[in-house]
């Protein structure tokens, strides 16, 4: 559900650049991250104490006499008020970790790779279930010429098939039963089996098959960039969103005062 309805947004968007598209998720996810913060935690608490703290600050930094007991007592409080301001803000925090994880699952499984150029050679990689042998369901490839296969099976090389042309090339069992087929609707790297996680975030290429002795298919597939200049590690889409998120969130922190 939550992965369908951020999808389907993402898809009207489509007529913009995929780094304006990564910047807008960054800046609505910091927008709606501040102001649900400011909504479910004691602001007005959180003003009571800050403006306490500041005032046990400038006591103690006022405070010139020499009395040990009186000194130590001054920090104890500053240090106590500010304590205490983290830890009204724990409970909030704590409580929006979860969907902003899932927001940035989400962003990883639609901004990381790209789909193949038609006949580019993908590496697939089989990773089977603990305690099976990939060699005794018979898995093959269809067809074959479009596959070079290593000895062991586990890893080969594909020629990815064209859309436009209607090509496929498809993992089949020993009874015929189609475990993955190629090209994938979207760009994912890894296809396994349903879990209870998916609940949450479904895969958007679906699953392998519960009874399949693999445990997942891998495919090196490769990276989208967002950026033509820089470094490599500033040209995916996490550097983009984490800037306008970042950068929102504590532009409504400042526009509406929240503590």
Known sequence: MFESILTFVDSGLGFLPELLRVLA???????VAMLLYARISPQRRLAEVEAQAIAARKELRAYDGTQIKMMLSLVRRSLALSLKQVGLTVGPTLLLTPPMLLMFAWMNQTYSYRLPDSQAVVQVTLRVSEGADIT???LRWEPASAVRQDAAGGTVAVNWPS??????????????????LLPLARPRARVGKSGWRHWLLASPVGYLPAESPLEAVELELPPRTLLSFGPEWMKGW????????????LTVKIAFGIK
Do not use: R, Y
Not at 25 to 31: D, F, K, P, Q
Not at 238 to 249: C, E, P, S
């Open 25 to 31: 998720w960054g800046a609505l996810t910091g927008t």
């Open 136 to 138: 005794v369901p018979g």
């Open 163 to 180: 859309v436009a042309e209607g090509e496929t090339v498809a993992l089949i069992n020993a009874a015929g039963e189609q475990q993955l």
């Open 238 to 249: 996490l550097v983009a969103f984490t800037t306008a998120l970042g950068t929102l969130a």
